[in-house]
């Protein structure tokens, strides 16, 4: 859980992340994850290059979407197909400073899809 008393509007200025993802070029992945909010809200997620071996490349590998969340528990999965990811330097990220709320995720796993079509877009389950 994750309480922001404070927002500024900015999502980046909250993060809850998962840095060190090793991701291949070109393979289908699912990020599946149960969330809720204390408001209805939404969130951007997004699959970045955390910096890479140099520490000053930040780029995205292209998730770059955003979820819808209310203060019901919903199903969420989002697929998604890198590019140019560096392996062990990418992060994947909830941002959530753009209002204030309690924020809770539960049941993430991320795994290459069991076919190839990709989703352009979040979609609760």
């Not at 955390?50 to 930040?58: M, R, V």
Request: hydrophobic residues 40%.
């Amino acid at each position: 859980m994750v309480e922001i008393d404070r927002a500024d509007g900015v999502p980046a200025h909250v993060v809850l992340r998962q840095d060190g993802v090793s991701l291949a070029d070109g393979t289908v992945y699912e990020l599946v994850f149960k969330a809720k909010s204390s408001v209805t809200r939404d969130i951007p997620i997004v699959a970045q290059v955390d910096g890479g071996p140099d520490g000053a490349t930040f780029r995205p590998v292209r998730l770059n979407g955003h979820i819808h969340v209310a203060p019901e528990w919903q199903d969420y999965t989002l697929r998604f197909t890198p590019v140019q990811p560096v392996h062990g330097h990418t992060r994947i990220a909830f941002l959530l400073g753009g209002q204030a709320s309690t924020f809770e995720l539960s049941d993430i796993a991320l795994t290459t899809a069991s076919d190839s079509t990709e989703a352009s877009a979040v979609l609760p389950n």
